[in-house]
Structures are given as C-alpha cells and as structure tokens.
C-alpha cells in the first residue's frame, strides 16, 4: 500500500472508531472495496515528529581539524542515538560550522547559528580564541550554547551571560596538576614558550604560578605567533638558560613545529604541553621525536569514563573513521545534555537558557555536570599522559610513570 492509502486506511479506522455501528462507518467513510481486509493486516505508521534544529561548532578545517571532527563525529552520535529512541518528542537536524579555530570565523558562524531561530540551541568551539570571541554573540543573538573543549577560564567567567555554559574544565585545574607532577619528579628549571593569544598567555600565566609555589623556576618565557614557522632564534637564546623542560602553551600545529625544530639546535630538555597538544595528529607529525612528551587534559581517559565504555562501543558501531580525539566525550556529553533539556522544556531559547542554569548533578558519560553561576562545570579530575611508543598512554599506566623509563632520557 502507498502512502496515500496508508493514510486513508488511517483515516477510515479513525473514522470507524468513532462510529457505533458498521452501518454508520460505511454510511460515513464511504471505504474502498476490499478495505476491510487491507485493514487487519495494516498498522498505521507512527505520527511524524516536529522537527527541532540544533548546531555543532568546531575546528573541521586547519591545523586543529583532528579535534574538531571528533567532536563533531560525537556530537553527531548523541543526536543519532536521539533520533532512534522511539520515546523521544522531537526529530532532531543537526547544523555542522567549521569555526576554522579563527576568532572571526567563529563570530560569523556563530552570528549565522544564532540568526536562524530555527535552531535553538549549539554545542560549540574546541578552540579558546574562537570561544571567547562568540561568546557575545550567543548572548546577544539569545542562542543557549554548551563549550565542548576550549578552557581558556574567561570564557565562562569573564561576564555572566546565561546563554554560556561549559561541561569540560579549565586550564586552571591542567596547570596545578602539570606543575606538581613535574615539581614532584625533581624537575626545577623550565623555559615557558606560549602562543600570544589570549589562550597561551593564560596557559603560561597559570602554569608559571603554580611551578613557581612548587619550587620550580622559570628561566625564560617566549610569546611567539600562531602562524609563526621559525623558532631558531627563540629555541637558540633557550637552550643557553639550559632548561630541563620546555613548557608549551598553545596548540598542536605550533606544538609539532616547536618540538621539532628543538631537535634540529640540538636543545635537550622534556617538551611538557598542555591539553592543546593531546591529539593523534601531535604524534602523526613528529613521529618518534613525540616519544616522552607530555600532555594534561580535564577528566578521565574514555576508557576510564563512567560512561566511556558504552561511548566508545557506539562510536565505533557508528563507523567513523576519525577518533573522537581527547574532548569527542565531552562534545557527546554536552549534546546530550542540549537535547534532554530540549526534550524536558520543549524547544525554545529562552526556556532551554533557564534549564541549562539549574543543571545540577546531571548524569553524564563523563561524570556528574553541575554548572555554578557562570554557567561552568567543576572536573576536578585532570588526566595525565605520555607519548610513549607511537601512542598517548595514561601516565600512571606508562613505563615512565612506573620508572622503567625516564623523561628526557
């Protein structure tokens, strides 16, 4: 049967239904020949759901591309496991922006989210320059959205707009962690190099802090650009301070270059970075000069996740061929919390900011979200890692954390 009988056959049941009698059924439908027995062995088709558009912002272009397209590929999951629940309201259409990790590019689309008001709400930004450059834009243009990697702390609270919220953690929590881990192997000298957005120069603020209240000592700092190719005359004038550590703030495009031309100056010291290197593509380009270097991240590796196996298992069944990289659980995390305020207060803006301002201790797959009042989570676990043969690895899971192996060595 063909769509408009199917939806006749509907209709005269529905009209039957209404009807005492079989004579005023056929009195009033008026059914075609032969309808009776179409009709036992029919099921009406579900009634169609409305459909809500929501939008996922990231890096899906650019040196910081690997990211962002594992974000998007779990943030796509969560809206495709969504959409096959029987049992919910509305059908779910995904609008995917490449923010090309750029503070312009991000305010264009992220101007261009907020002005269909067909969509209600967006899970965004992996990079902390494109983050703090929109987020002005959400508030002004009312569009609720959820931070699924950038940590830059301003970000959530540098103002105290409703619209902003964040389910990752900052680059406060990475840097203590990374200084007392360091401090703790009796690391004392580090030359800081950090990009001079305001990401790396957080990066370096925080980081220098807490080396510093850890007896560390920082011998020289080096702001370089984020298109800059050449770092000869920096990692020269540094290898003269005899660092034991270079500490890098900033992301992995820089991060592979860095490390790189460190071996060509021939300067000796452990490359520590931060979460902005912990990607597969850090490792791709270096091959095996990545061995031994360092990386800190909010929360637990996938594995390790309340909900990290049950994750892994329908990304995989899913099929895509990129990992979710470092911050694909926080990106499914947060587009799971989107749709099921969707879901509880219908779709729109308004009512979706108010919902997200009262999440407290929401389940999700990476831990319990309870946002203050600037709309930030608190992962008060930070995870460790090692490149150690060919693959980030946990530190305390790894020859260096048991010291078969040692940094630098």
């Known amino acids: 049967m063909d769509v408009a009988g199917a939806t006749h056959a509907c209709v005269a049941l529905s009209c039957w239904a209404r009807h005492a009698s079989a004579l005023a059924f056929e009195q009033t439908c008026e059914p075609d020949p032969g309808f009776a027995a179409t009709l036992a062995f029919f099921a009406c088709p579900a009634e169609a759901k409305d459909k809500v558009k929501v939008s996922f912002i ?74 703090i450059a929109a987020v002005e834009t959400y508030n002004r243009l009312g569009l609720p959205m959820v931070v699924w990697g950038a940590v830059l702390p301003d970000i959530t609270y540098r103002n105290q707009f409703p619209e902003v919220h964040r389910v990752n953690g900052t680059m406060i929590n990475q840097n203590e962690v990374a200084a007392k881990l360091m401090t703790g192997l009796g690391f004392k000298r580090w030359v800081s190099i950090h990009d001079t957005t305001d990401y790396g120069k957080a990066h370096n603020q925080y980081f220098s802090q807490y080396v510093k209240a850890d007896g560390g000592d920082i011998v020289g700092t080096y702001g370089v650009t984020a298109d800059q190719q050449d770092f000869t005359a920096e990692l020269t004038q540094a290898k003269a301070l005899t660092p034991e550590v270079i500490y ?23 490359f520590q970075g931060t979460s902005g290197i912990k990607s597969d593509a850090y490792i791709q380009g270096l091959g095996p000069l990545a061995e031994g270097s360092l990386s800190f991240i909010e929360g637990g590796p996938i594995e390790k996740l309340p909900g990290g196996k049950f994750f892994q298992a329908e990304y995989d069944k899913a099929g895509y061929k990129e990992p979710p990289e470092a911050y ?12 099921d305020k969707i879901e509880e207060v219908g ?22 979200v309870t946002f ?8 008060p676990l930070i995870s460790k890692y090692v490149v150690q043969d060919g693959k980030w690895v946990v530190w305390e899971d790894s020859d260096y954390g048991s010291g078969k192996r040692k940094l630098g060595k």
């Open 58 to 131: 990231g890096p899906l272009t650019g040196g910081t591309a690997a990211n962002g397209i594992g974000g998007r590929n779990s943030a796509e999951l969560a809206v495709r496991l969504r959409n096959a629940d029987a049992k919910a309201k509305y059908e779910y259409e995904l609008l995917v922006l490449d923010d090309e990790c750029k503070p312009n590019v991000a305010v264009q689309v992220a101007t261009r989210a907020g002005a269909d008001r067909a969509i209600v709400a967006s899970v965004s930004h992996y990079c902390s320059v494109a983050a």
């Open 248 to 270: 890098f703030g900033g992301l992995t495009p820089i991060g592979i270059r860095l490390r790189s031309q460190m071996d060509k100056v021939g300067l000796k010291a452990v």
């Open 328 to 339: 694909g659980a926080f990106a499914f995390a947060a587009m799971q919390l989107v749709l």
């Open 347 to 368: 779709p729109d803006r308004k009512k979706i900011t108010d919902a997200l301002g009262k999440v407290v201790n929401y389940d999700s797959i990476v831990g319990p």
């Open 372 to 379: 203050d009042d600037h709309g930030q989570n608190s992962v």
